[in-house]
């Protein structure tokens, strides 16, 4: 499994900010993202879902302020998951997944 770390050079990008943009173009894609915030002596479970421009973590608080950064903690990501809107993780629903983080700043690979 790809791990995705985030690097000085990605946070100049804001990659979720980016995912976010491109989804809200898309309306009918939801993208769960899923890694971990790595803390001084453990890693916490992180997932993210991204819909209609917005983020909203299920694990985590998250900024929304748009001049910030969306998770201020250092955080790894590991697989994405789009699936079409409304979201149900059902077969009928997903549409395909990806463990490589810039995958899906392709906005092609979101139809």
Do not use: C
């Given at each position: 499994?790809?791990?995705?770390?985030?690097?000085?050079?990605?946070?100049?990008?804001?990659?979720i900010n980016?995912?976010?943009?491109i989804s809200?173009?898309?309306?009918?894609?939801?993208?769960?993202?899923?890694?971990?915030?790595?803390?001084?002596?453990?890693?916490?479970?992180?997932?993210?879902?991204?819909?209609?421009?917005?983020?909203?973590?299920?694990?985590?608080?998250?900024?929304?302020?748009?001049?910030?950064?969306?998770?201020?903690?250092?955080?790894?990501?590991?697989?994405?998951?789009?699936?079409?809107?409304?979201?149900?993780?059902?077969?009928?629903?997903?549409?395909?997944?990806?463990?490589?983080?810039?995958?899906?700043?392709?906005?092609?690979?979101?139809?």
């Amino acid at each position: 499994m790809e791990e995705t770390l985030t690097s000085p050079k990605m946070a100049e990008i804001d990659f979720i900010n980016n995912l976010e943009k491109i989804s809200s173009q898309i309306p009918n894609r939801v993208l769960k993202v899923e890694g971990f915030i790595l803390k001084e002596d453990h890693k916490e479970q992180l997932e993210i879902i991204i819909f209609k421009g917005f983020s909203s973590s299920t694990t985590h608080p998250i900024e929304i302020n748009l001049e910030k950064k969306v998770i201020a903690f250092n955080y790894i990501l590991t697989n994405f998951k789009l699936y079409k809107a409304p979201f149900t993780e059902t077969e009928d629903n997903f549409i395909r997944a990806n463990q490589n983080s810039v995958f899906f700043l392709n906005q092609k690979n979101w139809i």
